[in-house]
């Protein structure tokens, strides 16, 4: 039945985004890692502990600046952006119910009930709840896909940057890469994420 497999592949497409933001929250201690010049433990301890994303970022600009990592800043700046689509997406995730609720479809299943409970029992109007149903979870299927999707190019892209980060005479490095920071700016997120994972410094 098409209810059910449609179903186990939400289920399962909500665990991939789920441990895809899972992933991207390990690389962001990674990137504190280096920051810290400290273990892996260091980084992990502050991801766990400060709950706001916000307070998070905010924690690791002002690392950059009291580093004086000036080139660095514009990057992350653009990391920031990038990260908070992803906790965006994450929410949506996390509390898919409230995608369902917010199409209206909610609101038409509930009018069929409301609007005479007895013959919502019938099969022509089971149907038709099934059928809104379906076409929501059909629509939020394909964007846990993209959202899982995007998740992994985060983390892929914070992976990177953490091993920027732990170059010597990085300021320097980055230097070579001033057409690239004067640009970011202007980039799309997506954009923005491949170079970062595909340049070499």
């Known amino acids: 039945m098409e209810s059910s497999w449609l179903i186990d592949q939400f289920d399962l497409e909500r665990g991939r985004a789920v441990n895809s933001y899972a ?9 504190l890692e280096a920051l810290f010049s400290s273990s892996y433990n260091a980084g992990s301890i502050v991801i766990s502990n400060v709950v706001s994303s916000r307070s998070r970022y905010s924690i690791i600009r002002s690392i950059f600046a009291t580093k004086k990592y000036y080139q660095v800043l514009p990057v992350w700046e653009k990391f920031t952006r990038c990260l908070v689509s992803a906790d965006k997406q994450r929410n949506k995730a996390v509390h898919w119910l409230r995608k369902f609720e917010t199409t209206g479809a909610m609101d ?25 149903f379906l076409n929501v979870s059909r629509i939020y ?11 992994d190019l985060v983390e892929r892209a914070l992976f990177s940057f953490h091993f920027w980060l732990s170059f010597p005479r990085l300021e320097e490095r980055l230097a070579a890469q001033a057409e690239f920071i004067g640009s970011v ?17």
């Open 185 to 201: 700016e202007t980039m799309s997120n997506r954009d923005f994420l491949n170079d970062i994972i595909a340049i070499r410094i």
């Open 108 to 132: 038409r299943v509930l009018r069929v009930f409301l609007e005479n409970p007895v013959e919502s029992a019938t099969a022509s109007n089971h149907y038709r709840i099934t059928g809104e």
């Open 23 to 31: 992933l991207l929250e390990d690389s962001l201690g990674q990137v």
């Open 141 to 151: 299927l394909h964007d846990l896909k993209n959202s899982a999707d995007y998740f």
